[in-house]
């Protein structure tokens, strides 16, 4: 099992690139027990979203 601070670089990483079949089952083993990392992992799609949409924005 990995712990929440390798479970926080894999969703940071996976913002930039697609997480290999091995960091993806662990990852996700790991959210299914961790309500703090599925909190930190909503919070980078959010934090995605929210700079994409102001990256967007005309200016």
Do not use: Y
Request: aromatic share 8%; glycine share 4%.
């Amino acid at each position: 099992m990995i712990t929440c601070k390798e479970a926080t670089r894999l969703a940071s990483l996976q913002l930039e690139r697609p997480l290999s079949t091995w960091e993806r089952i662990q990852f996700r083993m790991h959210l299914a027990m961790c309500i703090g990392c599925r909190r930190v992992e909503k919070q980078f799609q959010f934090l995605r979203q929210a700079t994409g949409a102001w990256m967007s924005r005309p200016d």
